[in-house]
């Protein structure tokens, strides 16, 4: 997950660029628990969907040339 500048909760760093990424959530200072949103359905659905279906089931993951944990910044 990551957090972008506006408080955007988004599935990973690439997807702040692409126009039809949803945010989990929008992040509120002492008032959104980052444990409840990897918990929450969107991020679970994410999950599984990568679980069962694999990188290709998501366009933007589909083009991503990253793999296992690395940073982009």
Known sequence: MQVNF???V???CDAVVWSDSKP???FEVGKTNVM???NGPNAIAM????????RAANPMCA???REGV???W
């Open 6 to 8: 506006n408080g955007d």
């Open 10 to 12: 988004l599935p990973c």
């Open 24 to 26: 989990y959530k929008t």
């Open 36 to 38: 409840d949103v990897w």
């Open 47 to 54: 999950r599984q969907m990568m679980t069962t279906k694999g």
């Open 63 to 65: 083009q991503c040339y």
């Open 70 to 72: 690395e940073f982009k």
